[in-house]
């Protein structure tokens, strides 16, 4: 009977034993758990703060490309360089209408040589490119028409007339 109760004391003991280090790795488990789910979330955010940062880059890069163009369309008027009323064509067969300073019109293709030695370089849909002797390649500005230019000859407006007023 001593040897079944020891038994049973033995195994109780055994069991409590080995109890603590089960328990031990269920909370290392648990923080491993925990610990990479944190990871996880913490890689998740900075692939979406990439994710802006190159959608930032890439308006930014938009934007820039827009304004510099912008700045290409309304570079101001040269006086004595020729100015593009139309280009047209198809492919590489492109013409350019131009006006000259002194207000006549020339119908011109890439290589045309213009008087005062101007050579037309480039003629694209957006784009007319031209070099001058001792100037760089320009780019020649389209024509634009002053609508809202004051006009002496236009008479102006009649005042308005006053609603009559009604007796009572």
């Known amino acids: 009977m001593q040897n079944n109760q020891t038994r049973g004391v033995a195994a109780l003991t055994l069991a409590l034993c080995l109890l603590p280090p089960a328990v031990a790795r269920a909370e290392s488990t648990a923080a491993s758990l925990t610990r990479i789910e944190a990871e996880t979330m913490l890689l998740r955010a900075r692939e979406k703060q990439l994710e802006v940062q190159s959608s930032i880059i890439t308006k930014q890069n938009e934007i820039a490309a827009k304004q ?3 700045a290409m369309l ?5 006086v004595g360089d020729p100015v593009v009323r139309a280009v047209e064509g198809l492919g590489d067969t492109m013409f350019a209408t131009l006006e000259m300073s002194n207000g006549s019109v020339a119908e011109v293709q890439v290589g045309s040589v213009l008087p005062g030695g101007m050579r037309i370089v480039s003629i694209q849909n957006n784009e007319v490119m031209a070099s001058a002797p001792g100037r760089k390649r320009i780019r020649l500005s389209g024509y634009t028409q002053q609508v809202n ?4 000859g236009t008479p102006a407006p009649m005042p308005v007339a006053a609603a009559p007023r009604s007796a009572r």
């Open 68 to 70: 510099t163009m912008g």
């Open 74 to 78: 309304s570079q101001p008027v040269v």
């Open 149 to 152: 230019a004051f006009n002496p």
